[in-house]
């Protein structure tokens, strides 16, 4: 059967208790929209207050360190994660790979960490406006991608990869139509090189500057499973429209 459209929201480093509101809005909308699968990323300090105010969407983390634990300060490892209420997390996040300088093989170890701690996996990739413009999208989104996929085939299910065109994050351009359908097509090509059938369970999300507006359109491709959303999950109500376009 297919799975239904997941919507992702990811706060980054937004929020403090008071947007516990737009969460308990989110989840509330949530429960006539059963079409659709939503969850948020708040920011590791509101994981726990957010899994206890919205019980119905999931809630995860937007990282975690790839040890089990040890002397890393101001890290927090997987099994922390998932102890303080998250059922996944986000990894490899453009952000992540700009500002902390995380690679693919990084990304690989958090994502078999976060595995074995027991969370789902999102893992994002995306080209560049310099490797676009130069036609090497596809090209670097698959090497990034077989990089950074963890080698347990029978997780499937737990994978979620999320196609993030660098240029589009936040910027209000996203690319076309045609181009998100290629590329999601060529992901799921990548992924039935790495795992094959198990491969038919992940969802590939695209994300980038979705909104209640673009996201029919965005959404309507044949290997588009859903969004992973900045900006517009900050409002319960941008969200929810988003939510709606999903349904
Ligand atoms: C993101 O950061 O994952 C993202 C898609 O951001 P925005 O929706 O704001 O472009």
Not at 130 to 145: T, Y
Request: charged content about 20%.
């Amino acid at each position: 059967m297919a799975k239904r459209p997941y919507i992702v929201g990811n706060w980054k480093m937004h929020g403090t208790r008071s947007m516990l509101a737009e969460a308990r809005a989110i989840d509330r909308a949530a429960e006539r929209l059963m079409k659709v699968e939503v969850a948020l990323a708040p920011p590791a300090t509101l994981i726990h207050a957010t899994r206890k105010e919205a019980d119905l969407i999931g809630v995860g983390a937007q990282d975690c360190h790839a040890a089990e634990g040890g002397a890393y300060t101001g890290d927090i490892s997987a099994a922390m994660t998932k102890d303080a209420g998250a059922g996944f997390v986000i990894l490899g996040h453009s952000e992540r790979r700009t500002y902390h300088q995380e690679t693919d093989a990084d990304v690989q170890a958090k994502a078999a960490s976060a595995l074995a701690a027991g969370l789902n996996v999102i893992i994002c990739i995306g080209e560049t406006e310099a490797q676009r413009e130069a036609g090497e999208a596809e090209k670097i989104v698959a090497a990034q991608l077989a990089g950074s996929l963890p080698q347990t085939p029978d997780a499937g299910d737990r994978i979620t990869v999320a196609y993030e065109p660098v240029w589009a994050i936040g910027t209000g351009k996203t690319p076309t139509v045609d181009d998100v359908n290629a590329m999601h097509k060529a992901i799921r090509e990548t992924l039935h090189s790495v795992y094959g059938d198990a491969a038919s369970e992940i969802r590939i999300l695209y994300g980038g500057s979705v909104n209640a507006q673009n996201a029919a359109e965005l959404l309507a491709g044949p290997e588009v499973g859903g969004a992973l959303v900045g900006g517009a999950s900050l409002s319960a109500e941008s969200f929810v429209g988003i939510v709606v376009a999903a349904a």
